[in-house]
């Protein structure tokens, strides 16, 4: 059996179809090349078009002439599994941030508005998702493990090849449309909402001047609108989570994820046009494809500088190996493979759930210095040109300056029309890792906990201005009046009384953010929640022991959340921890922590530690680790 499986696998020369396989692969990176934005329009693209489509076809062909598409289809399993291994463990290691991306896709605005422009079904909606999203984000993960696992091991591969043919169209479609998704193009979206909702309440009254709303049906509990609005891009398919941005700099370009999704595709399909021919592996072909699937998983491991998924990679395919030899009846099987690695990814997302992503690639991870995080995007290049049509000949010139030299076009009316003035983008700008992290609290929205802290007492003080008390006489109204723009002068004595001078808030005073503070403390503790009411608070006495001490030893402690000022004082209400709190964007906090509590300490803008609620140190263990204490 083994003889006639090898001779199968070898075609007509084992030898001329293994050419024949990296002439095809080679083509494909051609014709990646061929497509991506660094070569557009350029006679490089030809050139790898031109290549990658010949060799693609000349390949092919002597694939199929040669009987050498089942071992392609093998070379297909290695890169397909290892790939998908990795990718999966990629998301499961962080599912509640894939679980963000999902919610994004599931905006009315996303992907759903592909739906109602290419079929006009305008109420269609996949909001009733984002509920599910941290569920459905960890049923991807483990399926494309489970998948991985199977399509190299050759296990139910008739079934796997399927379920990968069709996770592989629904991903490439996924990022066809982000690719392709024009924020400036519109759609007709129709929603129904419950008369006293916030939305309908917003909404009606914009109705009766915004040609974009339309009120379609109106009842005594609900309305329904019709509402003209602009796509929601996403801009990071989320392929790979955070890895690639966190240890290469940057996530794939929506183009770039399409055609990664492109080429596996093509790869899926190859598998799944010999699934019929592949049999269960033999040890020998088990030791290979592992070898080899391992060697990719392991070119992987090195790009995102993360050497586990190759452990994870030896344990699920090696238990797998183990169950189906010892499982006996019951579990020595494909039962058995698909529940011990299903168990062994439970037992990973379940961790990483409870505490921390295994390896942190956000840039708030343990020894991230905030300060340079803050500051490493770069500047954009641009240049403005201006853009002419040859009357006779129809064709566009473009220039930079009107000058002596360029005076033949823009002086010549009669030959060339202006066209447009247009931005060119030379050098495209890089944002920084970190953009919204500004701590800050309302000065309407102090309490005696935020006055009495320092920092913010200083502030106050210093935003303090001198002003004149000026009183109406028949009135008793006052208009204080900045005393360095003070003129008595200006005043009628006979109307108005001029008063004591007051020190008084500045007007523009509004708000303090606390940002540099934290930064340029030398130790500082910070408590990250983003919802005070649905946090998990079990360790709140460690909390208030840490917040006692901290007090005690000159450290400040904050906390950081979205909560109003009403929701503040109910949590101190309930809890205790009586802390100065301020406010940060949402999103961030995403960014920042997954555990709703989380603990982080900064020195001088390093995170050093970062515990989720589950992990809270004790006060003496952080001062042994951490913390300076004299």
């Keep these: 059996m083994l003889k006639s499986k090898t001779k199968s696998l070898s075609g007509k020369s084992l030898l001329f179809n293994s050419f024949a396989v990296i002439i095809n692969l080679l083509a494909v990176v051609f014709l990646v090349l061929g497509f991506h934005e660094t070569y557009s329009e350029t006679t490089a693209a030809l050139v790898f078009k031109i290549l990658g489509f010949s060799l693609l076809g000349i390949s092919i062909g002597a694939l199929i002439i040669f009987e050498g598409m089942l071992l392609f289809a093998y070379v297909s399993r290695v ?3 290892g790939l998908f291994i990795v990718s999966g463990l990629i998301k499961a290691n962080d599912p509640k941030g894939f679980a963000y991306k999902l919610e994004e896709y599931f905006e009315d605005g996303a992907l759903a508005y592909r739906v109602k422009d290419l079929f006009g079904w305008e109420s269609f909606s996949l909001e009733f998702l984002i509920d599910q999203a941290l569920f459905l984000s960890i ?3 483990v399926l494309e493990i489970l998948l991985g696992a199977l399509i190299i091991l050759g296990r139910r591969l008739k079934l796997a090849s399927w379920l990968t043919l069709a996770m592989m169209v629904f991903f490439t479609l996924l990022t066809w449309h982000t690719k392709e998704c024009d924020p400036n193009s519109t759609f007709t979206d129709v929603d129904t909402y419950g008369i006293s909702s916030p939305e309908a309440q917003a909404k009606i009254p914009q109705a009766e001047h915004n040609e974009n709303i339309t009120i379609l049906n109106k009842t005594s509990t609900e309305v329904t609108i019709r509402e003209v ?13 955070d890895a690639l941005k966190g240890s290469v700099g940057r996530s794939l370009t929506p183009s770039e994820s399409f055609w990664k999704d492109l080429v596996l595709l093509y790869l899926v399909i190859i598998i799944f046009a010999s699934r019929r021919k592949i049999a269960p592996n033999t040890t020998q072909e088990n030791t290979i494809l592992i070898f080899f699937s391992l060697l990719f998983v392991s070119f992987f491991s090195y790009i995102f500088g993360w050497g586990f ?9 090696l238990f797998a190996l183990w169950i189906k030899r010892t499982g006996g009846k019951i579990f020595g099987n494909d039962l058995g493979i698909f529940l011990v690695i299903t168990g062994i990814c439970a037992l990973f997302v379940t961790y990483v759930l409870m505490y921390r992503p295994m390896k942190d690639y956000r840039p708030y991870h343990v020894g991230s210095n905030l300060i340079e995080r803050m500051n490493d995007g770069e500047q954009g290049e641009y240049e403005n040109v201006l853009v002419y049509k040859n009357k006779s000949t129809g064709e566009d010139t473009t220039f930079t300056a009107l000058d002596e030299s360029t ?7 009669d030959k060339w029309e202006f066209v447009e003035r247009r931005t060119i983008t030379i050098k495209e700008a890089i944002l920084p890792s970190i953009q919204q992290f500004n701590p800050v609290i309302d000065v309407s929205s102090l309490t005696a906990t935020e006055k009495e802290f320092d920092y913010i007492e200083e502030t106050i003080d210093s935003n303090r201005v001198k002003y004149v008390d000026v009183i109406e006489k028949s009135s008793g109204n006052r208009y204080p009046q900045l005393l360095e723009e003070f003129y008595v002068e200006d005043w009628d004595t006979s109307t108005y009384v001029i008063g004591d001078t007051l020190l008084r808030l500045k007007e523009s005073f509004s708000e303090i953010s606390l940002k540099d503070h934290i930064l340029n403390s030398d130790q500082i503790l910070l408590v990250m929640s983003r919802d005070l009411e649905k946090g998990n608070f079990s360790r709140i006495e460690r909390l208030k022991e840490i917040a006692e001490k901290a007090d005690a030893n000159d450290i400040d402690m904050i906390l950081i959340s979205t909560a109003t000022k009403d929701e503040v004082l109910a949590f101190r209400d309930k809890y205790g921890l009586d802390i100065p709190t301020v406010q940060n964007d949402d999103t961030e906090l995403k960014a920042i922590t997954r555990s709703n509590p989380t603990l982080m300490v900064l020195k001088n803008g390093i995170v050093e530690g970062k515990y989720p609620f589950r992990s809270t140190p004790s006060w003496d263990w952080l001062v042994k680790n951490i913390l300076d204490i004299e």
């Design 79 to 81: 890169i397909v599994g």
């Design 229 to 241: 609005k602009k796509p929601q891009c996403v801009d990071d398919c989320g392929c790979f989570g």
């Design 407 to 413: 005076k033949y076009i823009w002086g010549n009316k």
């Design 309 to 317: 998924p190759i452990i994870f990679a030896i344990v699920i395919l």
């Design 139 to 141: 049923l991807i993960c």
